[in-house]
Structure formats: C-alpha cells, structure tokens
C-alpha cells in the first residue's frame, strides 16, 4: 500500500520562504515520478514541480521557475519542495503524488497513481 505524507505547510508572508516534504512508503520508488501539485479554491489542481525518483532530472511549472526547488532524500524515501519569494496567488492545498506507469515527467494530475492527503500553505499579503 502507497503511502505519501505532506507536511510542512502553513501560513507565511509574501516574500518568505516555506519547504514541503513528502514522506513516501509502501514499495520501491526506483523509476518513479514524484510530483507537487496544488489547488486553491475554486480551480483545478495544477502542476508544480515534478522530479524523477532515480535519475533526478525535474521539471517546473513557469509561474515557480527560480522561486521553487524540488528534490529528494533517497534514504529518507522523502521528496521536498522547497518555495521562495512566496506570493499571495501561491495560496493553495498543496498535494504529493506519485507517477510509477511512465518513463517521462508528467504535468497532468490524472497520470499519478497515488495522492497524500495535502497540506495547507497560506501567503498572506
């Protein structure tokens, strides 16, 4: 059974920095994607940041590229993301998924195979 586990969320001023991890369990990840998606409310869940569990090779979404980092704990099994320069518009639950059925770095949220239940982070103005 998969399971993933967020946490690190919470409420921060515009400007300031907050770092998410993702605590992974449940079988091997080696060749898996992990990926951070978020939803605010009233939209829909949309990509963040995505890394390649064995390779290390990421992808970002446009609107975090140079404020957000995503990386990863082999050892701890744990994936982070790490979000600078935070904005108000960044207010979202964000989520931990994992991709185990493709070779390539997903941004659809439909081509995960398994969710966290999400942690809040708020960015007040």
């Known amino acids: 059974q998969v399971q993933l586990v967020e946490s690190g969320g919470g409420l921060v001023q515009a400007g300031g920095s907050l770092r998410l991890s993702c605590a992974a369990s449940?079988?091997?990840?080696?060749?898996?994607?992990m990926g951070w998606f978020r939803q605010a409310p009233g939209n829909e869940r949309e990509f963040v940041a995505a890394?390649?569990?064995?390779?290390?090779?990421?992808r970002y979404a446009e609107f975090v590229k140079g404020r957000f980092s995503i990386s990863r704990d082999n050892a701890k099994n744990t994936v982070y993301l790490q979000m600078n320069s935070l904005k108000p518009e960044d207010t979202a639950v964000y989520y931990c998924?994992?991709?185990?059925?493709?070779?390539?770095?997903?941004?659809?949220?439909?081509?995960?195979?398994?969710w966290g239940q999400g942690t809040q982070v708020t960015v007040s103005s």
């Open positions: 998924a994992v991709q185990f059925t493709a070779y390539y770095i997903a941004t659809r949220p439909e081509n995960y195979d398994y």
């Open positions: 449940g079988r091997t990840f080696r060749g898996a994607t």
């Open positions: 890394i390649k569990w064995s390779a290390g090779s990421t």
